[in-house]
């Protein structure tokens, strides 16, 4: 298309592949049916609900954001769900878009709070987790199992696939990463969300509309967390209060790892899926070592994430001395020379 | 001549920020092929007026027009579609965002539910064609000069069909060749028939580019004037609010030193890229070396370079015959120089602590915050300085919030004179205060100097600097352009000169 060469933004998302090709390299190497289509598919069926919520949370952080209510919300839905299935008193046509709309409303109003206020994200999300959470000890302290015929289906239909399989939790996971992607590439709502993580203050100045973008990314982020939270019930086949206890920040740290700047303005949906599913390597590897104890996880997640950010500083830091170092670099003084008679569209033959 | 119409017509404008009157009852009148320069200095409601003529304020009082029809905008937004775009001082654009979609975001160009991207880039290089510019329109903003990002703010204003185009302060950060550039581009727009507004604290720039200027002071509207009517001496005195004629010549002088005295601190070559250019400055022991020049002509920024508060790009400072790298306010302070802020409510004071505690900041950060002064120590030091320099109420445990202005400065003054500085550089130590205050203060600044200290004096009032300085460093466009002794034959008037430049 236009130059084979690698744009500066894209190189977090490109360390992110990499690292992730790395680790699975690394797993085929080292563990006998490590290198399956199946354990690769597996990455997807374990983790639909965590890329469905990263989706939603990778709106949240590149506008600037934060929402810590991920997890609460999960475990909200989940509750909701199986206590309106309870004694089969609801079908699930009606539960289900129920069940949507709880995160969705608590979104909305948290989006709402944050943009009429002009509160932080960190603390109104932070209300928003102790909320849901309580919320859902409100519905039973007890773990509410399903026995719903359409969720039983939904939990164990196999979509064959190669010689593997997967769910359909997986196909709407897709579902929502291509949604995401569209919005964030060619929609005007999803360009706003990169114009005010980048500068808010221009972006009122331009003209944008920028409280309306903030209530709806958050209202998105709602949205994306409650369907994170019915696959999370389809998966598996109950709603407990303590579902999902603080699986935002395993959202954060996948959205992070996958190479969105935690100060807002770039990343890409893409690169927060294989966020998620180096979470999930880590944790297959460290399932294949087989005396590793879980908590291994957590600790190769910590490096991770903290290796990431690290980068990102040094990346950005980097990226502004190379423009303010040059003074007049000659591609600029080449473009400030005055041409007459410029023809549009001979930049895209150049370099 | 005067006949034809407007484009834009603002008239008795008032607006009022809580406690402050920003703009009261102002005019403008905008003409389409003409560059208007907005005059004035800081805080004289330049940017305000232009904020509330793009909805970004509302404004109490007034009525704008656009060709003859009374409007009223909200937002930005709403200001842009009626053609009345704005280029802010500092590039108000996504630096993270390609150069299409800082000119189109906000009104993409769609196509079957989703943007466009190859018709905008089409776009966006026909748009910035006409600006004679040749760039690869899908790069980071970020990735481009300031110049260019300027340009490119431009061409987001022409996307839509501008009526008005509000430069405010483009020229403040590029360069000689930059601006050339820029006013290149100016020139052509307002032949196309655009309405320009610059804003600018250049005067050469303003008499280059502007056809009409109307001066604003003090959120007051003082007159509309076209460019080549008005001569230079009186713009500057418009903007300051002094008449020429009405000055009484000063008698009480200063004597005059005859021995020079050692250098205390000499500059070389100093510059900052879009603070100062590179100057050279000689200040002697016990002399007073008064900064003039408009608000916004680099007095300030001189007065940080030679703390440390900002950091020089190239030059050479040498402190009693020692090269000395004045990096931060800490080390000039352990060299002995002290800096008494303009800004005494924001930079300075610390409203909520008592007189004593204020006085003693610097002391105490000088001496490590290990090495506790005694309280009882404390109180003999800060009653000397209250009887020295007649603060009132002399209680030192007066929350400092409570006093009166001058008595705040005198407080803050006193905070750097417990330190016992070689140097003191006192940025506008009198604005603000009343007249019996300012005289206590200009005293002391005498006092002090017969005792060996150095001062650097910067106010607004050329009458002050008369008559305590020894050597005048007049200020122009971030530029020192003149050094004078200051003798008898020297009045307001020939500083003035200096000041507005082009005689």
Redesign the interface.
Known sequence: M?SLKL???HVPVMVTLILFLTMFAFGALRYDNFFSTQVFLNLFVNNAFLIIAAVGMTFVIISGGIDLSVGSVIALTSMVAASLLQDGQFSALTVIPISLLVGTTLGFIMGCVIHFFNLQPFIVTLAGLFLARGLAYLVSIETISINNPFFSYMASARIPILDGFISISVIISLIVVALGI?IA????FG??I??I???E????????PVGRTKILIYTLSGFCASLAGLVFTFYMLSGYALHANGLELDVIAAVVIGGTLLTG??GYVAGSVFGVLILGIIQTIIVFEGTLSSWWTKIAVGVLLLAFIVFQRVFITL??NK?TIKP?GT??Q???????G???????G?? | METKQPVVEMKGITKTFPGVKALSNVDLRLYAGEVHALMGENGAGKSTLVKVLTG?YPYDEGITELEGREFKVD????A?EMGIS?V?QEV??????SVV?NIF??R?I?KGG??DWKEM??RA??VL?RL?????????L????V??QQMVAIA?ALNVSAKVLILDEPTSSLDAN?VK?LF?IMEKLRDEGLALIFISHFLDQVYEISDRITVLRNGECIGEYMTADLPRLELVSKMIGKELNNFESIAQKNEEKEDDGDVLLEAEKVFKKGSIQAFNLKIRRGEIVGLAGLLGSGRTELARLLFGADKADSGKITFKGRKVALSSPQKAISNGIAFSSENRKKEGIIADLTIRENMMLAIQARKGWFNYISKKKQNVIVKTYIDLLNINPPNPEQLIKNLSGGNQQKVLLARWLITNPELLILDEPTRGIDIGAKGEIQKLMLKLSEEGMSIVFISAELEEILRTCQKIVVMRDHEKVAEIQNDTNVTQQSIMKKMAGGM
């Open positions: 236009k744009k500066s933004q569209f590439k060619s929609t005007k360009r706003n990169y114009a993580g980048g500068n203050q221009s972006a009122v100045l331009m003209g944008l303005g770039m990226s502004e423009n007049s591609n600029e080449e473009a400030l020379k005055l041409k007459s410029v023809k549009p569209g001979t930049t895209a150049r370099g | 970004v937002t930005p937004l709403e842009q704005t802010y108000n654009l996504c630096s993270n965002l979609e975001i906000g993409e769609m989703k943007i880039n089409q290089v026909e064609a004679h510019l040749n760039i690869d329109v899908s790069k980071q970020s990735s481009f000069s110049a260019i987001r930059e550039q290149a």
